[in-house]
């Protein structure tokens, strides 16, 4: 796409925006220059930080009228640069929309803005017993725009769903200035589900200003059990066995001794250093039904060949068996220079097998690997531990990343659970859909923007791209000019 | 897929291709249950029931996968082998729809509110194009985000946007324990109480009121359904009954599905009572009220949007005013996508929207 001059686009925002919400110089833009996934940056041309719906209405009337790309912010912990900036567009973050406009407590739903930190929704409605279930490890900081726009997850997500079974609502803008209503209280609406399509958009179709989610009861009562396993096959073997027995724990996960070792030292959680995997098994619910469930879950693991459990006695032990998985990525920040988190789905039955593979490809690329995940979902967090100083180490990394998710695929799996794909996976999109699927998505996509001007360059990859990624497969996954910066 | 496969698919494509260059239009029907459903419909029979069969299930992963002509009955039944169920409860309308038809449909029976509804429940599907390219979107797996969620977007399109050919969708253990309460109240009182209880943490997994009664039911572990009785209160309901109920209500055969006009009227759940001289049916713990035979004086979609409401012309709509009618904005996404996807308007024209 042509740049246009960058004068007029900040020209053309100053004269409808008030002068607060335009950073134009170069230290104010640069904070902006990444997400999460720091190994992808670029400088906006200038950013733009709406306090109102009509400001962001303003701000894509006038990206509109001068065809200049534009890329929505909520908090910038998204994993696979959706947010990273267009060199010659504006950055538009949410950051000062983030008031909670109304908790109903008798319906049981909050409306909010989107640049709510997720985890704000659950303080405002806790005085009412309730809250907003989608609780992903960066809750702290991730906004409710930036969780529409990925679908994002949680660790407790097995039993209370994703983002898309807890928003009920959104309300946002086409690129063209349109406000547009989806969903809403009411469960029916009529026409098409383009709800369920703007969520896990990853803001290439609408700029989402208002949510409206689903609040549920706060369980009184939840209880963690930890399982140790003497090797990941049993481990994996047990995931199986807990669902197949009919019960759905609040959550389930699973860590390898390579994880464990590397958050015990700094967390003290208590973890069994010795087994191959722990799981982490959770019931929530009355107290009744927590110790009928764990009761149940005790026997199932013993069964499939747990070598070791210990249940939670009380709520702080309970919390201090969460800290270690909750702080599975910075203890990996401790561990090593730089880290990558991949984020690969599989059907449950192959969790072994790809953490065996997963070892092997250690070997051959080179760098080690740890392993936390949402068993119970099969969503894998392989955390590939690399040094960016080091030269080759990045795109051995990228690398390795790209084959675990190809490894996925092959299994009926798919290449990003709730990441989103961002820049990062637009290679592995290659691999999952065929040209003609990659078509339809541009067909969605032009649906909403024709001109592409939201978030352009992310979520899909080109035919060309393709084309090239699938060149560079041929020379037997030897990449050609490793050296070379490729995004 | 073996030979007989291909030719089914071919022969599909054929009848697709003639469609476009001869500007006429496929209606697609599986069972036909849904026959008297969608604003217009429109071009030759394609029938889809013949493609059928559980292609994929595994009960540890949660998942079955099965093609499009599949009856309900096959899908309940391998389930229920393995003590598991479809907990959106899609209703058979007193036959034995397709999942095809089910998903192209997306209602959802009376869990709904506490289990979720048709498209929460869809993880991938196959979509046969206008131009005849077989697409997968989603997967057999719980978290895909990967490309826009076309699966969940294809649920409840009524086949506009081409023939779903398969489908995945999650499946639940079946809850351990169930037993229904039954408590006399007003239909007010009891959308007080509906809504008084989901803010508890109660196994609640059906709340609806008709003519005087309520009717709780309560799924789950053993202990939370024993516990949650004495909260409910009310008189517990011989299970052959509760069944009978919570059946009716779910396959759309109670009274009023059955009179001659009928709305269907979806709105926040503790929205109070709209102005209607009729007693709704209320499920959906207040969020699903159907009136019967209401006065055609009656401006119900108005009466729906004053209580931020939806009203929809169950039966009886005249041609083409069945569905609310969509905001100019949303209307024109519609336009878009049908245009991207189906140019030359092949499938099911005008069923979702009159004249797309
Ligand atoms: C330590 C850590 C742990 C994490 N744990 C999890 C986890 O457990 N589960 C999980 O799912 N994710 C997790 N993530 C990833 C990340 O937090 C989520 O993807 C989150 O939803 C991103 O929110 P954000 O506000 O930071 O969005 P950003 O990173 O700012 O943006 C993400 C995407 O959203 C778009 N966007 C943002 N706001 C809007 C809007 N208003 N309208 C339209 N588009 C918009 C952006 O363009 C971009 O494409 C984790 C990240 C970190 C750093």
Sequence with gaps: ?487 | MDEGDHAVLEAWRERIGAARRGGSSLRLRGAGTKDFYGEELNGDILHLGSWRGIIDYEPSELVISARCGTPLSEVEAALAAHEQFLAFEPPAFGGDPTLGGIIAAGLSGPRRMFAGAARDFVLGARLLTAQGDLLRFGGAVMKNVAGFDVSRLLCGSLGILGILTEVSLKVLPRPRLEETRRLELSAGQAVTAFNRWQGLPLPLSGAAWWQGTAWVRLSGATAAVRAARAQIGGDAVPPLDAERFWSALRHYQLPPHAAASVWRVSLPQAAPRIDVPAEPLIDWGGALRWYANVPPEIDMRERARAVQGTALHWRGAPPGKRFPPLPAAIASLHRRLKERFDPAGVFNRGRLIAGV
Excluded at chain 1, 243 to 266: C, H, N, S, Y
Excluded at chain 1, 319 to 336: C, E, H, I, Y
Excluded at chain 1, 369 to 376: E, K, S, T
Aim: aromatic share 4%.
């Design chain 1, 1 to 487: 796409m042509e740049a246009p001059e960058l004068p007029d686009i900040v020209g053309a925002l100053r004269a409808v925006l008030p002068a607060e919400c335009v950073l134009e110089r170069a230290e104010e833009r640069r904070p902006y220059e990444c997400d999460g996934l720091t190994a992808f940056r670029s400088v906006p041309a200038v950013v733009v930080l709406p306090r109102t719906e009509d400001e962001v209405r303003r701000t894509l009337l006038t990206c509109h009228r001068l065809k200049v790309p534009l890329v929505a912010r909520g908090s910038g912990t998204g994993l696979s640069g959706g947010a990273t900036p267009h060199p010659a567009g504006v950055l538009l973050s949410c950051a000062r929309m983030s008031r909670v406009l109304e908790v109903d407590p008798i319906n049981r739903i909050a409306r909010v803005e989107p640049g709510v930190p997720n985890l704000k929704i659950s303080e405002a409605a806790a005085p009412h017993q309730l809250y907003y279930a989608p609780d992903p490890s960066s809750q702290v900081a991730c906004s409710i725009g930036g969780n529409v726009a990925e679908n994002s997850g949680g660790v407790h997500c097995l039993k209370y769903g994703l983002t898309v079974h807890n928003v009920l609502g959104v309300r946002g803008y086409t690129v063209a200035g349109e406000r547009i209503e989806l969903g809403g209280q009411a469960p029916d609406s009529a026409g098409l589900d383009l709800l369920a399509l703007t969520i896990g958009s990853e803001g290439l179709l609408l700029i989402v200003t208002e949510v409206l989610v689903r609040l549920i009861p706060r369980p009184p009562c939840a209880q963690l059990v930890m399982a140790s396993f003497a090797d990941v096959q049993s481990a994996g073997s047990a995931v199986a066995a807990i669902i197949a027995a009919g019960t759905i724990p609040a959550a389930l996960e699973m860590m390898d001794r390579k994880a464990t070792a590397a958050v015990e030292p700094f967390v003290h959680a208590g973890y069994d250093l010795q087994a191959a995997a722990i799981l982490l098994v959770e019931s929530d619910g009355t107290p009744e039904e927590v110790r009928e469930q764990v009761q149940e879950i005790e026997r199932v693991l013993r069964a499939a060949g747990a070598t070791a459990l210990r249940v939670s006695e009380s709520e702080a032990e309970r919390l201090r068996l969460w800290s270690g998985r909750k702080n599975a990525f910075p203890a990996a920040g401790r561990l090593s220079p730089d880290y990558y988190c991949m984020d690969g789905t599989i059907p449950r039955k192959h969790v072994g097998h790809v953490l065996e593979a997963i070892e092997r490809m250690e070997r051959e690329y080179g760098l080690r690997c740890m392993n936390v995940f949402h068993a119970g979902d099969g969503n894998l967090h392989p955390v590939i531990l690399f040094d960016a100083n080091e030269p080759g180490s990045w795109e051995r990394a990228d690398r390795f990343g790209a084959e675990i998710l190809e490894l996925c695929v092959q299994l009926g799996g798919t290449i990003t659970g709730e990441h989103g794909v961002g820049l990062e996976k637009l290679n592995s999109m290659c691999v999952q859909f065929s040209p003609a699927e990659r078509a339809a998505f541009f067909a969605v996509k032009e649906a909403f923007d024709p001109d592409g001007l939201l978030n352009p360059g992310k979520l899909i990859p080109t035919l060309a791209r393709c084309a090239e990624y699938g060149r560079m497969h041929v020379h037997g996954g030897a990449m050609p000019h490793p050296d070379l910066p490729r995004f």
